[in-house]
């Protein structure tokens, strides 16, 4: 797992197709700046758009580990899951994993 940037935009028209309320909201995440600019050029161009505020998110991206460093699989039962804990840092924070089988202490990202 690492940090990555991704953003959230959401998308608000006064197309009122399936809506009672008059207004369509749509809540899209995308992972690139360039498909963040295709969305919003595509607002842009709606005239049935009437907002499409996003903001910049730091999301930790990727998979989490299956198994503990000595091959303990977090999956396979209650035993074996993970305690899965926070640890905040300066980098955005630390996900970290001790093995309930082995209390080994894994910390994602690195
Ligand atoms: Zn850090
Ligand atoms: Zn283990």
């Known amino acids: 797992m690492e940090w990555g940037t991704r953003w959230h935009i959401t998308i ?46 730091r999301e930790l991206v990727g998979n989490e580990p299956d198994r503990c460093r000595r091959g303990h699989s977090y999956l396979a039962g209650s035993a074996t899951r993970p305690v899965r804990d926070w ?12 093995c309930r089988m082995c209390s080994a202490v894994q910390v994602q990202p690195a």
């Open 12 to 57: 608000r028209s006064d197309r009122a197709d399936n809506s009672p309320a008059g207004v369509t909201v749509v809540e899209r995440v995308v992972d690139s700046p360039a498909e963040l600019r295709r969305l919003v050029e595509a607002a842009r161009a709606d005239p049935h758009v009437v907002a499409f505020p996003y903001r910049q998110v």
């Open 87 to 98: 640890w905040p840092c300066r980098c955005g924070g630390h996900l970290v994993h001790f």
